[in-house]
């Protein structure tokens, strides 16, 4: 153990003492789970930010999360920190024989589906027999985008995908074709449906091109953001709502020249 984690872990400990931080001694494993997804988020947000600083002093603060958790589960008798990294190390071993065994993976696509494969093995030894699905293990509390992501992975672990991005972008036309439809008349329900079945084929396009859908969603937020807020001062005082559609759509191609340059 380095001295930094040896001093972080200290550190943990004399808040939770008795004559410690009277919050952090108040604080369970579910009142924590906010500041869990907070965290994760803001690491997120320090990847795309591409700024290493952002990005180390996040982590940081997702780490401490780590250690907050892991000493409550300390303290009850569950698990300590050591057995949190001891097992994580464990596990990547096991589930890469490609890398540190004699079996090989030469793509991308292999080495996901060996990957299963072993996790469904290691499943079925724990006597985990309630799994029903290749599809169980992903978490319904993930962002739909990124559920629709490992969904798709999970499906085509088994083989059932497309064989390429031809395949997948074919479906998005076909799904279009039913939204269209959808659209087409006042069943609010169909056409929510419709909708769902096209963001799902789209995460499929992404997924087999391996691009992520939700970072590709959050970079397109963040450009229609940065141009819709230089066409707010460009209207000046009388915003945007006192223009028409044709000015409008002027001040929008002035702030997307206004950041080529960027």
Partial sequence: MTESTRQLLTLMDRLLADDGCPWDRAQTPRTLRPYVLEEAHEVVEAIDSGDPKALREELGDLLFQVVFLSAMAERNGWFSFDDVASGIHEK????????????????????????????????????????????????????????????????????????????????????????????????????????????????????????????????????????????????????????DNAQRDNLWEQAKEKLRGK
């Fill in 92 to 243: 990547m071993v096991r589930r890469h024989p490609w890398v540190f065994g004699e079996e090989r993976a030469d793509d991308e696509d292999a080495a996901i589906g060996r990957w299963e494969a072993i996790k469904a093995k290691e499943k079925a030894e724990r006597g985990e027999t309630e799994k029903k699905s290749a599809l169980d293990g992903v978490p319904r509390a993930l962002p739909a985008l990124l559920r629709a992501l490992r969904v798709g992975e999970k499906a085509g672990a088994v083989g059932y995908d497309w064989g390429d991005v031809a395949g997948a972008r074919a479906k998005v036309n076909e799904e279009l074709v039913e939204l269209d439809e959808a659209l087409d008349g006042d069943d609010d329900e169909r056409i929510e449906a419709e909708l769902g079945d096209v963001l799902f084929a789209l995460a499929s396009v992404a997924r087999k091109r391996r691009v992520d859908p939700e970072s590709a969603l959050r970079t397109t937020l963040e450009r229609f953001g940065q141009r819709f807020r230089i066409a707010e001062e460009l209207a000046g005082e009388a915003g945007l709502r006192a223009l």
